[in-house]
């Protein structure tokens, strides 16, 4: 090779190199703190004790093992902080195989909703977990308040309003803690998109998008106790977009229809749209279907004048793509249901719930949130029904002005 190719030749190899910079070895070791898993590796193995909540674990007792009651189950019976001892449903029948699936000891107690009793009179009982059918839910709440025990319910925490800030109320009085599981703030998507609003990345937020449609059907056993499709589904829809937000409405439309015979015959909804307006300017769209034929379709966006947030649909095999003959690329399903897309939320709502009960850290689902989304499903409700727009006051509701 003549001088001059080398010459050429080093000037192509060297035109890059200048950029390479220092050793990987001299630079600080981080990491995108979105990375939640990485982040309890590093926990764990670096022993950072500061990490965790270091308390004697709570003995517990569970109400209702339906949809949401298995999943609960499954997260007290996994946790060290909790001491589970009482199990309370109705199908006798499931209780030995229970027993067995779980591997539980004798410690753990099977009754029935008839004996109930024991749990409320047992004082070694500090916090009682509800989820059984909603009409129960009251009853629940009040009696294990009345006897000292903190509570974590499964929303709604009653039939209306004005039962569920009795239960509130109850709960003050007694100073105990009464948690209303609105899970999807836990989710470490939904969580970093708010906090992302919050620091302004998006400017003002000028219209909020929520798509929420639930896989599999639901029963209709399910769906004639759980107190209408506004107050079972949608409630997740509009506390979202509220507490995103930071606000809450002041005008509310939905128009609903039946697409289901079976749904259509008892009188409840399977297929929703809804506008909400709010003080700020911001307009929220929303739209709700009780089945997605393709999976538990989930998904949030926000829009501002500096650009916009989304989060997608997750899948089980988020990174597998498959190309196959001429058929295009194909990706996996999303999530099949909300137990497994909301899994790690529902494992973060305990351990707040945990958190609040053992060291006083500030509740993250407040009385008024939840009379306030209540409020709102019942206004979206009857504009569905009566199809008028419904204004919302709430100069009497007590709302501090930061809401969330």
Known sequence: MSLLKKIIVAAFVMATKKFAGPSPYELPQTYPEQDYLHTDYVNNVTT?????????????????????????????????????????DERVDRFNDLKKYWQLSDD????????????????????????????????????????????????????????????????????????????????????????????????????????????PLPSIPYLKTSGGVFHDCLVHDFDMACWVLGELPCRVQASATALVPEIKAIDDFDTIAFLLTYPSGTVVLGDNSRFSAYGYDQRLEVFGNKGMIKVENEKPYHSTESYIGHEGIKHSPIYYSFPSRFKVAYQRELEHFLDVVNNGVPIEVTDYQTLAISKIATAAEESARTGKSIELDWSKDNIPANYS
């Open 48 to 88: 950072n004790i500061a990490s965790k909540t270091i308390n004697a674990p709570l003995v517990g007792a569970i109400f209702g093992l339906g949809r949401a009651g298995s999943i609960h189950l499954t997260s007290l019976i996994n946790n060290p902080r909790v001491i589970l001892k009482y199990v309370v």
């Open 108 to 215: 753990v107690v099977f009754i029935t909703p008839k004996e109930a009793s024991r749990v409320y009179k047992d004082k070694s009982v500090k916090v009682v977990f509800i989820a059984s059918t909603t009409w129960t839910h009251h009853d629940i709440v009040v009696n294990a308040i009345a006897n000292d025990k903190d509570v974590f319910c499964e929303k709604p925490i009653a039939e209306n309003i004005e039962e569920t800030r009795k239960c509130y109320e109850v709960a003050k009085s007694k100073g105990r803690v009464l948690f209303s599981a609105f899970n999807r703030r836990f989710d470490p998507a939904y969580r970093g998109l708010k906090d992302r609003v919050r620091k302004g990345e998006v400017g003002h937020v000028q219209i909020l998008k929520v798509t929420a449609r639930d896989s």
